[in-house]
């Protein structure tokens, strides 16, 4: 079990990337009534057939020629799980990946989401060339960061500019700010 979810959230992303997806989106709802937070991780990358959707939950299995084992979903998936949610992937070769994962958001073992912030803008930064939607909500309040809508707006100024970082720093700082799901 990783620290926090955003860890979760940053290596899922990650694997999108690997796999050559150019728009990901990222959505965490947390459902107060339901006692619930999802979160899934859509990409348009290359896919998985159902052997490699069985075989990347194999903690011994990886693509990374540099990696011994690949963790990354297995645990997230052994975190869901054990926090009383469930864990799906839904892939198509060619079409892209699907991670959803529920959590009991009272379970005492639910890890603290993280910065949110701080992993948006990492993503962000960090994959200029990719396009992110980041939807969070919570309480019937939506925040949503469309990355193309930011890059059309910049036209020629790049999303890792630094003025632009600032920018991006305060404003999802502001939209997360009362929003417990981003604490």
Sequence with gaps: MLAELSMHIIDIVQNSI???????????????????LIIE???NGKGMDKDQINRVQDPFYTTK?????GLGIPLFKQTAEHCDGSFQILS???????????????????????NLRDTILT???????????FEVETDGVVFVLDTR???????DVPIN????????????GENL???????
């Design 177 to 183: 700010k009362t929003m417990e799901v981003a604490s």
């Design 123 to 133: 993503l962000v930064v960090g994959e200029p060339n990719v396009d992110f939607v």
């Design 92 to 114: 198509e070769p060619s079409k892209g990946t699907l991670i959803r994962a529920t959590f009991k958001k009272s379970h005492v073992d639910l890890p603290p989401m993280g």
């Design 41 to 43: 991780v859509e990409d």
């Design 18 to 36: 690997s796999a050559g997806a150019d728009l990901i989106k990222v959505k965490i709802h947390e459902l107060k009534d339901r006692d619930l």
């Design 65 to 69: 020629s540099f990696k011994r084992v």
């Design 149 to 155: 809508e930011v890059k059309k707006e910049l036209q």
């Design 161 to 172: 500019h630094p003025e632009v970082v600032k920018f991006l720093r305060e404003y999802i």
